[in-house]
């Protein structure tokens, strides 16, 4: 059993800043890809951003400059420093991972989300 876990969310005035965090944990034996998506009400999950095992990165159009993904592979972890923040980025966001797990092989598992809420 694989479970990934976020945190950090919350309310934030326009132009403030959060770090959300989500930790995977269970019989990993490893994880490739980990990313953050958010999906705002009545709208479609969109990507934030994603971090390959080796730290390469992508982001989506929307937050390029304004946030980083980065990770911690030694704890199974993966962060997303939002700075700059914008009432459109009120959404509720997800961390996922690619995981290679024993016997079941690499799936993908998805944290159960987490709020951020940016006033104006």
């Known amino acids: 059993q694989v479970q990934l876990v976020e945190s950090g969310g919350g309310l934030v005035q326009a132009g403030g800043s959060l770090r959300l965090s989500c930790a995977a944990s269970g019989s990993i034996r490893s994880i490739n890809a980990m990313g953050w998506y958010r999906q705002a009400p009545g709208k479609q999950r969109d990507l934030v951003a994603v971090i390959t095992s080796g730290g390469s990165t992508i982001y989506g159009d929307s937050v390029k400059g304004r946030i980083t993904i980065s990770r911690d592979n030694a704890n199974n972890t993966v962060y997303l420093q939002m700075n700059s923040l914008k009432p459109e980025d009120t959404a509720v966001y997800y961390c996922?991972?690619?995981?290679?797990?024993?016997?079941?092989?690499?799936?993908?598992?998805w944290g159960q989300g987490t709020q951020v809420t940016v006033s104006s």
């Open positions: 996922n991972a690619n995981i290679w797990v024993a016997v079941l092989g690499l799936k993908l598992y």
